[in-house]
Every structure is written in C-alpha cells, then in structure tokens.
C-alpha cells in the first residue's frame, strides 16, 4: 500500500518520538517508524510482515484477537486497553508497560490501523514510587494516629488513677490529723504516736507513687541518665532489706544472702536498688502475715542474678502476660494499693541496662521474680 507513499509515511514518522505500527486487516505489521525499533528492540525489517502478537506477551495473545477485531469493526479512533495494563514484548522477550492509541484509516478499499505507541515504564515507576511513598505516608499517620490515641488512654487511665490512688491516702492522713488535734492529754502520746505513724507511711507511699510517676516521665523521654559505678552488692541488699523490714506484716520475715560480701558490680547502683526494692516490696504486698520472703543471689562470670521467692497470693494464669504492661494489675491484687506502675519501670530500667526480669507464679501458692543483669557495662 504503502508502495506511492512510502516516502511520505518515513518523513513523518521519523519525526515523532513514539513507536509507530501500521497493521492490516490480518493484524500483520506492515510499516514501523525507527522509535518502535529502538523500543521493541527488532529492526524493521524484522518486524514487516510479522503478526502483531510477535509484539505482545504471549499471555495477552488470547484476548488479543477478540479485542481486535471488535475495535477492528468499530473502526473509531480510541485508546486501547481502557481499564486494563498494557504490556509490549521486546526481542529478548522481556515486557514493558505501554500505553496505545488506535488510529484506524482507510486507503481505497482497505482498512488498517495505525498505532501509536508509548513506553510508559519511567511513568509507571514513577507511579509505583509514588504510590509506595502515599503508602508509607498513610501507615506513618497511622501509627502517630495510634500513639496519640494510646497516650490518650494512657492519660485518662493515669488521670483516674492519680485520683484513686490520691484519695485514699490522703482522706486517711486527714481523718488522723483530726484525730491527732483531740487527743490533748498526756497519756494520749500513744495515739498521737499512732496517727503521726499513720500520716508519716501514706505520705511515703504518695512520694512512692510521684517518684514512679517522674521516672515513667523520665524514661519516656530519654532523660535518663545512668551513673555507673563500682559497688558492692552487700550494700545495695542491706539497704533494700533495712527498708523492707520496715514494711513487713505481721510474723513476715525476710531470708537474705549474708556472705555476698565480695560481689561486686560495675552498674547503676540506684538503679539495681530500685529494682530489687521493688521486687522485695511487691513480695511484702501481696503475701499474708506469717509467710517468708527469700532473696537468693548468684553471680557468674558475666550476669548477676537475683530471685526474690513469695509464697503469697500468686498471679492469675490470665493475668501473666500482662504483668509488664503500664497500669496492668492483676484481678487479685485489687484489693492492696498499688499503680501498676513499678514492675514496668523496673523492666524498663533492667532492658536499658542490658538486663531483664522474668517471673513465674501460681495462684493461691507464691510468685519468683527472677531478674538479671550484667555484671559490667559493655
Ligand atoms: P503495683 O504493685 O503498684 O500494682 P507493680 O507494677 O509492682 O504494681 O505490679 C503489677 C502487678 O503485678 C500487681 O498489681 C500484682 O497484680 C502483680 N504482682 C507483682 N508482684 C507480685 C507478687 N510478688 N505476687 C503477686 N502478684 C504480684
């Protein structure tokens, strides 16, 4: 066809930097323009005379002809491939996305179709990039969404929890201050001794809560600043015990490692000492009058290991998991005072220092806190 008008089809198509194909009736290549040879890889010569498919993934070869020849009997100028992806084949058989505008013409009584064809794999990077990037936008909003949601929860919880944990105490060292101002008489020091008593411990227990208030609000925002520092072990496990024994129920004792006079440790000693003060406490708390608490420590070449034994009330299977979370307190612990917050802190603290806490329980028998830590810091 193109015989007279050869030389006209090259001028033009030259020019233009897209693939250009014109195909016959039988979908058989009949011209391309030097774009489509540098985009598919064959030479013209190559290409003339070809089926079309030899352009096309073999996968697509099945709907190829349908498509065709609908368009084909339609004859409108189009895009092709609304709605699906378009794929070209090159000679060494790797495919690329395209896209195809349709241009069919007639020359006498012959129809054929002149398409234009556009390498789109830069774009469509380009796309996936940008769809990648909107992706991770989203799923990083997301997250900051959650986090604000959950220090949300955190606040609210933190909110009932101050005003809970406040109150009692605090209606408490009331009720003993008004009691202390009508006992006037000198044999009433006792129970003026008493209330003092009284008054002196709650305040100490909303100190204890403040305190594990900043160091969350410390922890959290990376204040934190250890200090590391030789000590010895006996140390830190006397002062722990001296101010356990001042919270012991009725008929508790402690049993303490009393030949731990050589180990030393390369730690943050107040760190360590809130820890193991924390566990001991806890052991206190939630054990019966008359039970024993048992410290046992032991060093090897490289950790320090304390386990502090209770035969108290045990944690509740279901509850276990939770027993580090911030706030968590198990459903049998309810009825002492407490926030939740310490055993948190001290995982926290331990992680931080290369260490870590784990414990097992049973209900109704006793609990074994077993914490660990390197013996020097790395
Ligand atoms: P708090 O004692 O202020 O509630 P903790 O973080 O120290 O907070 O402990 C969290 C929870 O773990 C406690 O509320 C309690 O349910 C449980 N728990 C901790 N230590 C023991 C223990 N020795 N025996 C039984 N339950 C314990």
Redesign the pocket.
Known sequence: MFQNSQDVFQLLSEAISEGILIVDETQTIIAVNTATEQMFGFSKDELNNQPLLTLIPSNFHKGHGHHFNTFYKHSEKRTMGKGRELYGTRKDGSNFPVEVGLNPFNVGEKKYVMALVIDITERKNYTDRLEKTVDERTKQLREALEAEKELNDLKTKFLSLVSHEFKTPLTGILTSTMLLSKYKLEAQQDKRDKHIETITSKVHYLNN?LN?FLSIEKLESGKINYKFIQFNLSKVVNEVIYNANMLLKEGQKILYPENIDDITLIQDEKTVELALS??V???I???PEQTTIEIIVNQDTKNTTFK?I?N????PEK?QKN??N?????????L???????????KTHLENLGGNIT?S?IEGQ??T?IMTIPNTVK
């Open positions: 809560i594990d924390n566990l406490h806890n052991a708390k939630y054990s502090v209770d108290g009330i045990g944690i509850d027993i580090f911030r706030y968590f307190r198990a459903e049998n612990a309810l002492d005072q407490g926030t939740g917050i310490g055993l948190n802190i001290t414990f329980s006793g609990s806190f």
